[in-house]
């Protein structure tokens, strides 16, 4: 399976910490929409001596490959290196920041955090009136985006401009923490997650030709995901994200979307895509074969890089594996140790078997025609 | 000619969004004489080329979108007055006591009513009155409207620029006009200093029906760098400090996630060498611009948006200064001419 | 022309499953055709070849539908919909799987207000009496369609899923009339177009055609105190001008009218303030395609029971089949 050590079931209690490392380390590198290097070089880092090649596009998107050993099939893995953050756009007299959202932030997650802003990394805070303050009416009301700031400690507008410029991008200012029974917290699962798995994936080699897309601004509408596709033109494509999971005491069951510790999830249909259903199928069966538990998300929700890539040149068949985490874009994400594990395991049996699915879909035509 | 000239021209030329067919001549007779060539494609934008002087020069692509917003027929009551619907935004409060274009068999002249004060009740006049609910009064009867007229005809605003103080000028279209005429002086710009790459200057269609235009120049184009030239909020008093910006204070340049790093930052430090005064658009999401189509078109297209602050946009007061415009149209024609010096200055994506 | 829309109407296909669709419409014609092809996202292509212009006609074949996301501990489904469907008017629906499973969508009776009759306040009971035995029938990420026998009536036709069926119907017949021309014809039955124009985009992609024409339904005006549409049932196919997905190009839509005319057929102009078609995202596709549309008056959209009149769609046949002759 890995290079590093034996796999050892995660259910037992025993991890491979390097996983574990290497997502603390890259969730702690800050890449807002638009902002997305730091991630980006670590994770060129990582893979350069795992792949054939790769480059980075016009808009940051990075692509590598690894020919494949005998299939003539392009397989496309997605995830993203964008994480939720804000986008400094104003600057007051009074030295404080205005703000807006770069993808979507609930605004009761942005009250009383703190926040990092631009390459050196300026730290922040974001206050909000005292309730001593506030009167009968203000505090039966929701706290107003539009009247929160980011306060650096600056005395007045000169002194902030001196650290910080319209157009700095912030990212939350999380460290991640291990806790609870195989629980894990940070800012930014969404997707570095995804991102990890995939660095793990190139480790090996398969019959077909690999291309590793990690992509740009797919929270703020799966932009990069668009180039990224253009570009490969693949066959087949695999998302591998991090998905909602609501499943608090009181929810009810069918709304949870996912739940911690159930495994992966696999997404039929979002408000994105529908999944390719013979491809939805194979890893099902797969997780069942190899007795990895799995999930379906329960909720009509959200959209991710498979949508855009789905619909790209003459068509792509797109399924997504998603690592559960509550608390979606907050600084204080958390996922289930062993769904992370348990995604790998699937994504890494579902890559082994996949050159036959592929033999199968395609037996007909080269080139994406099949009489489905 | 002059900008202030062109800008009243180019603001009395109609071209509803879908519609830019009736049009798109008329601009290509602005672009032409100082282009090398100029196309109009099967979608009626107007692209014009100003070769460059280099040895081996990239493609430079920048846009303006010359549609504008509008009305179209749906209907033609027993009474000849005419029902309509949208093309583009329009805000049914900008309506009432309008007079309009209806361009049917021949351009009518129409006008948009409202009940006199007189017949209003209290509970009415504090309602806000729907777009279906009015109606264009062409001052014929039936029979000879539906002569005249038919569903699917268009209709603009009818509004000529007028020039106020401070170098200002009110009207329809100014979005986007004010940006094709900052076109124009880019070309003109570029007749004067000695650029290396191909300039493609398009002015492109429907961007207010869905940046229609825009995928078609990018397509067919494939530039290195996309420059989208559109206006931004101007300064009014209830609008958000963060998204307005004041007449008069220079180009808006947009930073944010779907522009280029490397190139606006390079275009701020030319608004800086050259004293072009220039203010900044922080835009967290993908501006509603063509610059969106641009960024994420074919394998992603570095992009750069440059705006002209417009007041009261989407009504038939929309106000610009003559200032802005040109400052933009500097920035942009010297950006393309000098970038690689400021991008060999500045640190790398 | 009935008995072609009942075949089709009977098809199971939500969006995402159209292959029973496809189906039945590769039998209808595969032996008028010069080729006939399924892709990636389970477009059917169907080719007239010829040396002239290449033009493509599509029509969706997939309906709206509601997607089982969670079976709860007594058997009773939870869902989402598949397209645009009213969570009002689905309720008290019979529905039905593709393996002929029935199911009546109910909601939470405790809801206070009907208008937050949402769908995660609904649900499906298929009768089953646990979440085994309903395993046993259906399984999560299964699809259900409306239930419904269409029906011909006073030469008009109640049916669900006539959107857009009778589109693949018009389509199906003028494949089956071989129209002589030099241009070449691609007959395309588009995919997902209710999830959000998704086939259609990748089918223009593959083809590349020099023009094209959605052929799909638009809402009438003519039934009592509805909103304003200048589209009425049985006054023939209707011209585009825009909807909300796209402006139609005003050379094809010039040519639709020039054809009608000279051919004396019937027709209207329409434009639909909210409602998309696979035009859209057809026009924008690579370099931009020149797209028009031909719609076929329909009330109810969207409903079980829709009804369009069979005058409209032979006339809509007679005016594309002229269309595609011309140039």
């Known amino acids: 399976m890995t290079e590093q050590g034996v796999y050892k079931d995660p259910t037992s209690g025993e991890y491979p910490e390097y996983l574990i490392d290497m997502l603390k380390e890259l969730t702690m590198a800050d890449g807002v929409s638009g902002d997305e290097k730091p991630v980006r070089d670590f994770i060129i880092d990582q893979i350069r001596d795992r792949v054939d090649s790769w480059h980075v596009d016009n808009m940051g998107n990075l692509i590598a490959f690894k020919k494949g050993t005998g299939l003539n099939r392009k397989v496309m893995l997605a995830a993203h290196m964008d994480e939720v953050g804000l986008l400094i756009t104003g600057i007051n007299e009074n030295g404080l920041l205005k703000f807006k959202a770069v993808g979507g932030i609930e605004t009761r997650a942005l009250v009383g955090k703190r926040v990092r802003i631009g390459k050196e990394r300026v730290p922040g805070v974001i206050g909000c009136k005292p309730i001593h303050l506030q009167d009968a009416a203000e505090r039966k009301s929701p706290v107003k985006k539009s009247g929160l700031t980011i306060d650096i400690g600056a005395k007045d507008r000169e002194q902030a401009e001196q650290s910080v410029a319209v157009g700095d991008t912030a990212a939350f200012a999380y460290d991640p923490v291990e806790f609870g029974e195989h629980k894990f917290m940070a800012k930014a699962l969404d997707d570095r997650v995804g991102c990890v798995l995939l660095m793990e994936l190139f480790k090996n080699r398969y019959p077909f030709d690999l291309y590793g897309c990690f992509t740009v601004q797919e929270e703020i509408g799966l932009k990069g995901a668009k180039a990224a596709s253009f570009a490969v033109s693949p066959d087949t494509a695999i998302v591998l994200e991090g998905t909602t999971c609501y499943d608090l005491t009181g929810t009810s069951e069918h709304m949870m979307s996912t739940r911690l510790g159930d495994g992966p999830a696999l997404t039929v249909m979002d408000r994105s895509v529908i999944s390719d259903r013979g491809l939805y199928k194979f890893i099902t069966q797969t997780a069942e074969e190899q007795g990895i538990p799995w999930q379906v998300k329960r909720t009509i929700s959200g959209g991710t890089d498979a949508g855009r890539i789905q619909v790209s040149g003459t068509g792509v068949r797109v399924c997504t594996i998603a690592v559960p985490c509550r608390y979606i874009h907050t600084p204080v994400s958390v996922m289930d140790k062993r769904d992370f594990f348990h995604a790998l395991k699937l994504a890494e049996a579902t890559l082994a078997g996949l050159n036959n699915w592929l033999r199968e879909t395609y037996q007909n035509q080269s080139g994406g025609e099949s009489n489905v | ?349 | 022309m009935f008995d072609t829309i009942k075949k089709l109407v009977n098809a199971f296909g939500p969006s995402g499953c159209e292959k029973q669709v496809a189906e039945v419409i590769t039998q209808m014609i595969k032996d008028k055709v010069d080729e006939i092809y399924t892709d990636a996202m389970g477009n059917l292509i169907a080719v007239k070849k010829g040396s002239g212009k290449k033009i493509m006609l599509a029509a969706h074949m997939d309906e709206i539908g509601l997607i089982v996301s969670y079976i709860d501990e007594k058997g009773f489904l939870r869902f989402g919909t598949v397209g645009g469907v009213s969570p009002l008017i689905a309720l008290g629906q019979r529905v039905v799987f593709e393996n002929g499973t029935t199911g009546v969508v109910w909601y939470e009776e405790n809801l206070e207000n009907m208008k937050d009759a949402k769908p995660d306040k609904m649900y499906i009971d298929i009768a089953a009496k646990s979440r085994d035995e309903a395993m046993k029938m259906v399984n999560v990420g299964d699809m259900a369609v409306f239930a419904g026998e269409p029906v011909e009536q006073n030469g008009r036709v109640i049916s669900k899923a006539l959107d857009d069926r009778v589109g693949c119907a018009i389509l199906a017949e003028l494949a089956m009339k071989r129209p002589e021309t030099d241009n070449e014809i691609y007959y395309v039955f588009t995919t997902q177009e209710e999830v959000g124009l998704r086939g259609a985009r990748t089918a223009a992609f593959g083809i590349m055609p020099d023009l094209a024409l959605a052929i799909d339904v638009t809402r009438t005006g003519d039934t009592p105190s509805c909103t304003h549409r200048p589209v009425v049932l049985g006054e023939g196919p209707a011209v585009k001008v825009k909807d909300s997905s796209v402006i139609a190009h005003p050379r094809i839509r010039d040519r639709l009218v020039d054809c009608a005319k000279e051919n004396g057929i019937p027709y209207q102009l329409e434009v639909l303030e909210r409602g998309g078609t696979d035009a859209g995202s057809i026009h924008i596709t690579a370099g931009g395609i020149p797209t028009g549309a031909v719609s076929i008056p329909s009330r109810f959209i969207h409903c079980p029971a829709e009804m369009i009149d069979l005058n409209d769609a032979e006339n809509t046949v007679r005016l594309l089949e002229a269309f595609v002759k011309a140039r």
């Open chain 2, 1 to 349: 000619m002059e900008c202030r000239e062109l800008l009243k021209k180019l603001c009395s030329i109609n071209a509803v969004t879908g519609r830019e067919d009736v049009a798109a001549q008329a601009i290509s007779d602005i672009l032409s004489p100082y282009c090398d060539e100029v196309k109009i494609d099967a979608f009626f934008n107007v692209i014009g080329l100003k070769k460059g002087q280099g040895e081996n020069p990239r493609n430079v692509l920048v846009t303006a979108h010359y549609d504008q917003i509008g009305l179209v027929v749906t209907g033609i009551d027993e009474n000849g007055f005419l029902r309509f619907s949208a093309m583009g935004g329009v805000d049914p409060k900008i309506l009432g006591a309008q007079e309009v274009t209806v361009h049917g068999r021949r351009d009518l002249h129409g006008v948009i009513g409202t009940k006199p004060p007189h017949l209003i009740s209290p509970e009415d006049a504090d309602k806000p009155v729907k777009l279906e609910d009015m109606r264009i009064d062409i001052g014929y009867g039936a029979e000879q409207a539906r002569e005249l007229v038919s569903v699917g005809d268009v209709v603009t605003f009818k509004f000529p620029a007028i020039e106020l103080k401070n170098n200002r000028m009110a009207g329809r279209s100014m979005d986007n006009r004010s940006s094709v005429a900052a076109l124009v002086e880019i070309l003109k710009e570029l007749k004067r200093i000695r650029h290396d790459d191909n300039v493609y200057v398009a002015a492109t269609v429907q961007e207010e029906s869905g940046l229609v235009g825009a995928f078609m120049a990018s397509w067919h184009i494939r530039p290195d760098l996309a420059i989208a030239i559109d206006v931004c909020h101007g300064d009014m008093p209830d609008a958000p400090s963060d998204e307005s910006f004041p007449l008069g204070k220079g180009v808006a340049i947009a930073v944010g996630p779907i522009l280029s790093r490397e190139h606006t930052r390079a275009c701020i430090g030319l608004a800086k060498r050259e004293r072009i005064p220039y203010q900044i658009d922080a835009e967290e999401k993908d501006t509603g611009t063509e610059a969106a189509v641009y960024s994420s078109a074919l394998e992603g297209i570095p992009t750069l948006l440059l705006s002209i602050p417009a007041k009261y946009m989407h009504t038939t007061v929309e106000m610009v200064s003559l200032d802005d415009i040109g400052a933009t149209a500097r920035l942009a024609a010297r950006y393309i001419a000098f970038r690689d010096e400021l991008l060999q200055e500045g640190d790398s994506q």
